[in-house]
């Protein structure tokens, strides 16, 4: 059973920066769609950035230009990690933030949270004004 294992996550001022990573215990991972979404309280878990097997990027409009998803592509590296460096962090970026993989698709079309079938436990992002 692959696993994904989150870090990462604090609290910050509004304006700093933190850089998140998931660690895949599995390379196979490196095969599919990888994404990080995130849940605020009382809120829809929404996806905010993805990456396909190709290394083609998405992002959600509300972390366009702000948020920026990379990974390691090395297949010899047994525990691939997957990144989210977040820079110029507001107030309503708080939430839970998990990354999650969707198998059997190398491209990340789908935004819909329930079609991700492995999901990492989850790190806290709080950002204060």
């Known amino acids: 059973q692959v696993q994904l294992v989150e870090s990462g996550g604090g609290s910050v001022q509004a304006g700093g920066s933190l850089r998140l990573s998931c660690t895949a215990s599995d390379s196979t991972v490196l095969n599919y769609c990888w994404a990080w979404f995130r849940q605020a309280l009382g809120k829809e878990r929404e996806r905010v950035a993805s990456?396909?097997?190709?290394?083609?990027?998405?992002?959600?409009?509300s972390v366009k230009g702000r948020f920026t998803i990379s990974r390691d592509n090395s297949k010899d590296n047994a525990k691939p990690t997957l990144y989210l460096q977040m820079n110029s962090l507001k107030p309503e970026d708080t939430a839970m933030y998990y990354c999650?993989?969707?198998?059997?698709?190398?491209?990340?079309?789908?935004?819909?949270?329930?079609?991700?079938?492995?999901w990492g436990q989850g790190t806290q992002v709080t950002v204060s004004s």
């Open positions: 999650a993989v969707r198998y059997g698709y190398w491209a990340c079309y789908n935004r819909d949270h329930s079609e991700y079938n492995l």
């Open positions: 990456i396909g097997s190709k290394g083609v990027t998405a992002y959600s409009d």
